[in-house]
């Protein structure tokens, strides 16, 4: 008999008042029974509606199932079958757009947990299993991957599943991409992401780091060099900013800058070697998954208080909801309809070498109201005029999104992109306009998510491998 | 890892490293930079590579002990090997067929314009360079200009050795002489770039500055290295770090490189407690 609850099994969490001051996951994970019973919701319908909601179309009854009869390793390989990040994407998909959208449980009540589920069952298999894969028997060929995000990472490991022997070059001196110097340790403890790193290497996979791939070798040298294809998963690229005054005062970060110095500089450790702003009062601007990990890291290094400042309503705001309603439970305060003009610096009128000189003291706003939708759906933010106000800030972080970096595409000949910067591929097979060149992932797509990213090196791993069986 | 090859001292807060790093070695060009870690865990910070030799696959980086992490990085010994070393970052100095050029350095920036100054010489081009620093036991590399260029002018703002006065003494003199070059290419602390611009710009001869700003990943990806160049942000990683100096907005520069001049001080005198404890 299926459970009948409209409720979700809730997600065990540290406490809102005790999670805001550390940086330890704030989800805890389903026990056993939790997932038992949870796994009972699914009604195991015949046409899976849910799968189609799948970007990468786990099989996510199928693997339901195998958690009812307890095979838990069985839902694992289940989930295996189209994904290579269980243990990433049960934690930071956005499920609520994807397969638990379709769920007909979620008509008249909550869907069933499936990311919790996706989850559980990844931890479980960690906690389990030794992880290490067999080595496959080489094949003889080789393949380069430039950058070791999610796209790179997945592109890697399926292509050494079947033997190719395989490189990884990434420009940081740690792998992972947005994985470690994005998403913060509180929600995806870098511990999950060192694994997966570690099992590839296990695999037989080298993952060269400092190396820029444009800079350091370009990729015609890497066919120089006996590489037979090359994947290039190199990410989103260069942070935007608005463009209004104030932008270059000391205290205004981008996203990328302050996450990166948290996490991946370990500022948010106790005897940091990164500086960053600490305390004080932080506003971020944006609305997405990086503004939401912005805020909450802001006040994790000590905040006294954060703004969202997000120019449309809650309606559009485009982060995972559990980010948003978590950051509301830590007390991140939202300032909706509202967009920055100015960023206020201050200036001693006395004294020309005060060093406080061009630090951020305040951000001025404007209050907007959405017009009508656009041909895409989405209602355009209008300034009403004369609303202006001004937000009591000493730091404000830029989270409005990334532009394509040209690095690769400008040392790479009959590479193309598109009006936006995003590398050219035939989408079903990743393949670029230059022979033997591979791509996906942010890099193709603009920023987007990271099961997209995965599927995309796993579809270009299948079309390299039929590339190079021929 | 990266081991030291060769490690001079220029002068007590001046320390010269060859570093084994073949890939950067092989592409390395005049203008461009380096990030390295000293160890895991450190800080990433941006170097100019001020030699290369392809042959032997190292890089020449010279810098000057300011902080906690150029201080550990300075009691590296030869044989020891630094954590991460990522380059060649940044455009190179576009030096295709000059003919007569004038360098202006200043200080430690003096490391990052010989190459240059190097690079033109051995094209023929015709090099005027002049040097400034503090004082006397503050200079570098007098040895190494001269044979690089056609001219040579040494300053010393306290008058301790060469001509007292800064930079721009012998600079307005040319120009007041009616001498003119094809490019003047300025490296050396913020103030003194833009003071060598302003001497410049009435001449309208072309100046181009080196900008140093802080970094993070080097590749475009953190917007931490940004400025302001003609009223648009630019990132120095990628867009420089040479940049028209007309156009830079050095005061915003300026600000943004004190930063986190609080924190450095702190770091700085943590680590220097922290090597006196262990001795
Ligand atoms: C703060 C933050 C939070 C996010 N939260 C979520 C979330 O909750 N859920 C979700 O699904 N998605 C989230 N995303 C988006 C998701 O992380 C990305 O869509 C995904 O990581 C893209 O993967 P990728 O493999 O394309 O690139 P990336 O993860 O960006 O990796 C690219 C790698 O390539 C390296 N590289 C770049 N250029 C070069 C070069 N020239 N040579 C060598 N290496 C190079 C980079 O250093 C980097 O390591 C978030 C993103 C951020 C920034
Ligand atoms: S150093 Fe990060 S973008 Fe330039």
């Known amino acids: 008999m299926p459970n009948m609850s409209p409720k979700k099994n809730a997600m065990p969490s540290q406490a809102p008042e005790v999670r805001a001051h550390n940086f330890d996951e704030v989800a805890l994970g389903y026990d056993e029974a939790t997932a038992l019973d949870e796994a009972a919701r699914c009604l195991n319908c015949k046409n899976m509606p849910c799968v189609t909601g799948c970007p990468v179309n786990i099989h996510i009854p199928e693997f339901i199932s195998k958690i009812k009869e307890c095979d838990f390793e069985g839902a694992y390989q289940v989930i295996n079958r189209s994904s290579s990040l269980p243990a990433v994407c049960g934690r930071v998909c956005p499920q609520e757009t994807q397969c638990e959208a379709k769920c007909v449980r979620g008509i008249k009540g909550e869907p069933v947990g499936i990311g919790r589920l996706e989850r559980f069952v990844a931890d479980w298999h960690n906690a389990h299993t030794d992880g290490v894969a067999d080595i496959p028997e080489t094949n003889g060929h080789k393949v380069a ?16 599943k079947k033997g190719y022997s395989v490189t990884v070059y990434e420009a940081l001196h740690t792998a992972g991409g947005v994985l470690v110097y994005g998403i913060p340790e509180f929600r995806l403890p870098k511990a999950i992401v060192k694994k997966e790193v570690d099992n590839l290497k296990a695999m037989g996979v080298t993952i060269e780091t400092n190396v820029v791939i444009g800079k350091t070798l370009t990729v ?116 909706l309809l509202g967009s920055p003009v100015e960023i206020l610096g201050y200036r001693n009128p006395d004294d020309k070498r005060d060093p406080k000189n061009g630090t951020v003291i305040g951000m001025k706003c404007i209050k907007m109201e959405l017009g009508e939708p656009d041909e895409r759906g989405r209602r355009s933010p209008i300034p009403v005029e004369g609303s202006e106000f001004t937000l009591d800030v000493d730091t404000v972080v830029m989270s409005i999104g990334t532009s394509p970096n040209p690095l690769i595409k400008s040392t790479t000949e009959g590479l193309e992109t598109n009006k936006r910067g995003g590398i050219i591929v035939e989408e079903s097979t990743g393949a670029t306009t230059k022979m033997g060149v591979y791509a996906g992932g942010d890099a193709v797509t603009g920023a987007a998510t990271v099961i997209s990213a995965m599927g995309a090196g796993k579809v270009a791993a299948k079309a390299i491998d039929e590339y190079l069986s021929k | 890892m990266y081991r030291i090859t060769y490690k001079k001292s220029l002068n007590p807060t001046v320390t010269m490293l060859d570093i084994e790093a073949p890939l950067v070695a092989r592409k390395a060009k005049p203008g461009q930079f380096i990030i390295l870690r000293v160890d895991e865990d450190g800080e990433r910070i941006p170097l100019t590579i001020a030699g290369y030799d392809r042959e032997a696959g190292t890089v020449r980086i010279i810098f000057q002990i300011v902080g906690a992490t150029t201080e550990k990085l300075n009691r590296k010994e030869v044989g020891d090997s630094i954590q991460d070393f990522v380059g060649p970052l940044g455009t190179a100095t576009e030096l295709d067929g000059l003919k007569k050029v004038c360098i202006v350095g200043g200080g430690v920036g003096c490391a990052i314009a010989l190459p240059i100054a190097e690079a033109l010489h051995e094209m023929g081009c015709e090099v005027t360079s002049v040097i400034g620093f503090r004082s006397k036991d503050l200079l570098i590399l007098e040895d190494e200009f001269s044979a690089a260029s056609d001219r040579l002018f040494v300053m010393t703002d306290d008058g301790s050795y060469a001509r007292q006065g800064n930079v721009c003494v012998p600079l307005n003199e040319m120009f007041a002489a009616g001498e003119r070059f094809e490019k003047v290419i300025t490296i050396g602390p913020l103030v003194m770039m833009k003071f060598v611009v302003e001497a410049t710009r009435p001449t309208g001869i072309p100046c181009i500055v080196s900008m140093n700003p802080i970094m993070i990943d080097g590749t475009g990806m953190c917007g931490g290295c940004r400025l302001t160049v003609g009223g648009k942000t630019k990132f120095a990683c990628v867009d420089g770090p040479d940049f028209d100096g007309y156009e830079v907005d050095f005061d915003s520069a300026m600000e943004r490189g004190t930063m986190f001049r609080d924190f450095e001080r702190h770091a700085h005198e943590e680590t220097c407690n922290l090597f006196k404890k262990s001795v």
């Open chain 1, 220 to 335: 015609d040298e890497l066919f120089e060099m006996g590489f037979e294809a090359v994947f290039i998963g190199s990410g989103a690229g260069l942070p935007s900013f608005m463009n209004i005054p104030g932008e270059s005062l000391k205290g205004v970060y981008s996203a990328n800058e302050y996450l990166t110095r948290s996490n991946l500089m370990k500022a948010y450790l106790d005897n940091p070697v990164t500086p960053i702003s600490k305390g004080g009062r932080v506003a971020v601007v944006g609305g997405g998954n990086v503004a939401m990990d912005a805020a909450r890291t802001a006040l994790r290094l000590g905040a006294e208080k954060v703004y969202i400042v997000y120019r449309r309503s809650m309606e559009e705001l485009p982060a995972r909801r559990e980010e948003v309603e978590h950051a509301i439970e830590e007390g991140v305060e939202f300032m």
């Open chain 1, 145 to 160: 991957v430039v950058g070791s995000g999610p796209s790179g990472l997945t592109c890697a490991g399926d292509l050494a």
